[in-house]
């Protein structure tokens, strides 16, 4: 089977989308994942999470995709190993250092290289698995043909993202957020947290959907530059990333309502096992898929500006406190 990869930014989402038919979570630990607080968890939820996916015959992974200093490595291994006690099936995860150090220490332990790697070609793919990873995010801007050489040559996983955004740099790698608004705090284990990047495990202002104009000097060149940020469903591909054998088909989305997520992984689920099931050789019709996924892509779009519009007002904020050490 598929597997269909869905977020969980708290237990009722994690609940939600196993009863929708995901095959796998993921949850984000507090301060290690690229989102807002809000959508991580405590260790203790992180465990509960761990129980409810193993009840309902799931796998969940914890995503600690962010960037690291060398202070926080001890940290995150000390986190890794409760995780892996706690009976984690995989962690997600971006930062090569943090790779390698986390496959030395727990060498069973299945790491997925996160989009945030920006794995582009087969010598990325190549490198990723040198150092541990066993399954890689394809990177969105990847063709159906690259993605077939990749899967042919060489002995690892490929994760297609078939709900997310696409970036007009690279997806999982924003440096713009933090020019507008950065807040550094210590939590009481010591771990950073900045408000503001999400490569350092804070939200993401989604400052590239503000109004951006062009300027050469004082000579403006463009009234309005339209910066690349659009979320999106894959629907057209899916029968041919099934086909090629794509192990596992993600989903991004750990902001979005508890009833939307299961919305969206409950069509996922259905699409992807009605088209396994049909006969050799028998035609698919996407038509009234499309439909479907119509009414699922208006509350999705109605819901992402909404955020969208509370994050710029938050990013154009004064910044309470902040200090360096």
Same mark, same amino acid.
């Not at 060489?154 to 740099?169: K, M, W």
């Not at 503000?210 to 690349?228: F, M, N, P």
């Not at 069509?267 to 699922?296: C, H, M, N, S």
């Given at each position: 089977?598929?597997?269909?990869?869905?977020?969980?930014? @708290?237990?009722?989402?994690?609940?939600?989308?196993?009863?929708?038919?995901?095959?796998?979570?993921?949850?984000?630990?507090?301060?290690?994942?690229?989102?807002?607080?809000?959508?991580?968890?405590?260790?203790?939820?992180?465990?509960?999470? +761990?129980?409810?996916?193993?009840?309902?015959?799931?796998?969940?992974?914890?995503? &600690?995709?962010?960037? *690291?200093?060398?202070?926080?490595?001890?940290?995150?291994?000390?986190? *890794? =190993?409760?995780?892996?006690?706690?009976?984690?099936?995989?962690?997600?995860?971006?930062?090569?250092?943090?790779?390698?150090?986390?496959?030395?220490?727990?060498?069973?332990?299945?790491?997925?290289?996160?989009?945030?790697?920006?794995?582009?070609?087969?010598?990325?793919?190549?490198?990723?698995?040198?150092?541990?990873?066993?399954?890689?995010?394809?990177?969105?801007?990847?063709?159906?043909?690259?993605?077939?050489?990749?899967?042919?040559?060489?002995?690892?996983?490929?994760?297609?993202?078939?709900?997310? @955004?696409?970036?007009?740099?690279?997806?999982?790698?924003?440096?713009?957020?933090?020019?507008?608004?950065? =807040?550094?705090?210590?939590?009481?284990?010591?771990?950073?947290?900045?408000?503001?990047?999400? @490569?350092?495990?804070?939200?993401?202002?989604?400052? &590239?959907?503000?109004?951006?104009?062009?300027?050469?000097?004082?000579?403006?060149?463009?009234?309005?530059?339209?910066?690349?940020?659009?979320?999106?469903?894959?629907?057209?591909? +899916?029968?041919?990333?099934?086909?090629?054998?794509?192990?596992? *088909?993600?989903?991004?989305?750990?902001?979005?309502?508890?009833?939307? *997520?299961? @919305?969206?992984?409950?069509?996922?689920?259905?699409?992807?096992?009605?088209?396994?099931?049909?006969?050799?050789?028998?035609?698919?019709?996407?038509?009234?898929?499309?439909?479907?996924?119509?009414?699922?892509?208006?509350?999705?779009?109605?819901?992402?500006?909404?955020?969208?519009?509370?994050?710029?007002?938050?990013?154009?904020?004064?910044?309470?406190?902040?200090?360096?050490?």
């Amino acid at each position: 089977m598929i597997e269909l990869l869905a977020p969980a930014g @708290n237990l009722e989402m994690a609940a939600e989308v196993l009863w929708a038919g995901a095959n796998a979570i993921y949850v984000g630990p507090r301060g290690w994942s690229r989102r807002r607080d809000t959508f991580e968890m405590e260790d203790e939820a992180v465990r509960e999470t +761990i129980r409810l996916a193993h009840d309902g015959d799931a796998k969940l992974r914890v995503a &600690c995709n962010t960037h *690291m200093q060398s202070k926080e490595i001890p940290a995150l291994l000390s986190r *890794m =190993e409760r995780f892996v006690t706690d009976g984690v099936d995989g962690a997600i995860m971006a930062d090569i250092g943090a790779i390698a150090a986390v496959h030395r220490r727990f060498p069973e332990l299945p790491l997925h290289a996160s989009i945030g790697a920006n794995i582009l070609n087969d010598a990325d793919v190549a490198f990723y698995r040198e150092i541990g990873a066993c399954q890689v995010v394809a990177d969105t801007k990847l063709t159906l043909w690259e993605l077939l050489s990749r899967q042919a040559q060489l002995d690892v996983g490929i994760e297609v993202l078939i709900h997310a @955004n696409a970036c007009h740099t690279y997806l999982g790698k924003c440096w713009m957020s933090p020019y507008a608004r950065l =807040e550094r705090t210590i939590d009481e284990a010591g771990k950073d947290l900045f408000k503001g990047s999400p @490569n350092r495990g804070g939200l993401d202002y989604r400052v &590239c959907l503000e109004t951006w104009q062009l300027y050469s000097g004082d000579i403006k060149w463009e009234d309005r530059v339209a910066l690349k940020n659009e979320a999106f469903f894959l629907l057209e591909d +899916i029968p041919s990333l099934i086909d090629l054998g794509v192990r596992c *088909m993600k989903i991004q989305g750990r902001e979005y309502t508890t009833a939307l *997520m299961g @919305n969206i992984v409950r069509f996922y689920r259905t699409l992807l096992d009605a088209y396994v099931a049909r006969g050799p050789g028998e035609p698919f019709d996407l038509e009234p898929w499309k439909a479907r996924l119509a009414t699922i892509q208006f509350e999705r779009d109605r819901q992402r500006h909404a955020g969208t519009l509370a994050l710029l007002a938050e990013a154009k904020a004064p910044v309470a406190s902040a200090h360096r050490q």
